[in-house]
């Protein structure tokens, strides 16, 4: 089984920066998308960020330019450096990875981290 655990995140003001770290755990085969979302109060899920076995990326268009997520697959890692940070990024930042455990062939699941307050004040 795997589990996801999740650090960085807290108070910062408008203009700063975070990091945010996740590392996986557990019998895993193969790690396919490794994601980053976030869900801000009275709001949806959206998705933030995700990097790709290729290790090429893509983001939401409202972090382009600020935000770069990156991974480490000999540390079952992904990483979301956070810059120029504004009031509106405020939310809890999730950690989500798709992956294939051991024993299961092909088969893809999909694991969430526990989420990260991440504050930005004006």
């Known amino acids: 089984q795997v589990q996801l655990v999740e650090s960085g995140g807290g108070p910062v003001q408008a203009g700063g920066s975070q990091r945010l770290s996740c590392v996986a755990s557990?019998?895993?085969?193969?790690?396919?998308?490794m994601a980053w979302f976030r869900q801000a109060p009275v709001k949806k899920r959206e998705w933030v960020a995700a990097?790709?076995?290729?290790?090429?990326?893509t983001y939401v268009d409202s972090v382009k330019g600020r935000f770069t997520i990156s991974r480490d697959n000999a540390k079952n890692s992904v990483y979301m450096q956070m810059n120029d940070l504004k009031p509106e990024d405020t939310a809890v930042y999730f950690c989500?990875?798709?992956?294939?455990?051991?024993?299961?062939?092909?088969?893809?699941?999909?694991?969430w981290g526990q989420g990260t307050q991440v504050t930005v004040s004006s």
């Open positions: 557990g019998s895993i085969f193969h790690l396919n998308v």
């Open positions: 989500h990875v798709q992956l294939i455990l051991m024993g299961e062939g092909s088969r893809s699941r999909n694991f």
């Open positions: 990097a790709f076995t290729s290790r090429s990326t």
